[in-house]
């Protein structure tokens, strides 16, 4: 999971080099639909109709939340380098536990607070450090952050929907609704497709297969065998993880400062996770 995840970041920049935006976001869900689409019909063949409303929530979460954090994440990752934009991603816990705290569904204690303010520390630090290679930008890191808020969003509204659908199901029905309002979109620009090499599209159909698909049912069945802060070390690995991948295989060269600002976003998420 931790290898999928963090690797989504180098084919999406292999994506973003040679094929336009809607396509890329377009496709991912298209082909994530397609894989999620067995679970939604297989899953229950006979859905109660007190159930309906809930999915029906859930099309709406899922789109709302998954095609708007997908459509800020390939556009920031177009703008800026996997090493910042994967330390962006990194605060997902920390938006949801700000998120939580402002519904009343957990408390804020000092400590955590202090994670919080460690680790903001450190996007601080992260924008100052500057003089390396990839393409880091203070605007690309805003829409991946842009990103993240939504994502955080997107957990938190659909929590509840997916304590009665189920987790899996709940973001294959989000998925395969997200593929039906893509599919004209992707018709729309499939014009400016021609000429993209094999390595582009390999990208896309990486993205929605092996993060968006596989990425997610291990992470859902790890959740079932393992405890919650066990998975959750792959939340402060991967910014590293995606880093090393970046360096050898985009040429990328983070600023001097990168180290000393992953200490602090990270140090400063497990500071507030460790006291959850």
């Known amino acids: 999971m931790l290898l999928l995840w963090s690797s989504n970041f180098i084919f999406a920049k292999y994506a973003v080099r040679e094929l336009p935006i809607p396509i890329v976001v377009g496709l991912r869900y298209v082909f994530t639909g397609i894989c999620m689409l067995p679970i939604v019909a297989l899953g229950r063949r006979n859905p109660r109709w007190s159930e ?19 459509v800020l994440f390939i556009i920031g990752i177009s703008m ?41 520390s450190g996007v601080v630090v992260l924008q100052f450090s500057r003089g390396g290679t990839g393409g880091a930008h ?26 009665r659908l189920g987790s899996i199901r709940m973001n294959a029905i989000s998925y395969t609704a997200s593929a039906a309002l893509a599919v004209p979109l992707v018709v729309w620009h499939w014009n400016r497709t021609a000429g993209a090499s094999s390595v582009a599209w390999i990208g896309v159909v990486y993205m929605a297969v092996g993060s968006s698909v596989l990425g997610y049912l291990i992470y859902a069945h ?18 590293l993880v995606a880093s090393l991948l970046a360096i050898l295989l985009l040429g990328e060269r983070p600023g001097v400062g990168f180290v000393p600002a992953a200490a602090l976003v990270l140090g400063g998420v497990w500071t507030a996770e460790r006291h959850a």
């Open 52 to 70: 309906h409303p809930v999915t029906w929530q859930a099309v709406a979460v899922g789109v709302l939340g998954l095609v708007g954090n997908q």
């Open 138 to 163: 203070w605007s690309g890191d805003l829409v991946m952050l842009a990103s993240v808020v939504v994502f955080a969003a997107f957990n938190l509204l659909g929590k509840p929907i997916a304590e």
């Open 222 to 239: 790890a959740l079932r065998y393992l405890p919650a802060s066990r998975v959750a070390v792959v939340l402060y690995l991967q910014p």
């Open 80 to 120: 800026t380098s996997v090493a910042h934009a994967s330390m962006m991603t990194a605060l997902s816990p920390v938006l949801v536990m700000l998120g939580s705290a402002l519904w009343g569904l957990e408390r804020i204690t000092w400590v955590r607070v202090l994670g919080v303010v460690i680790a903001a």
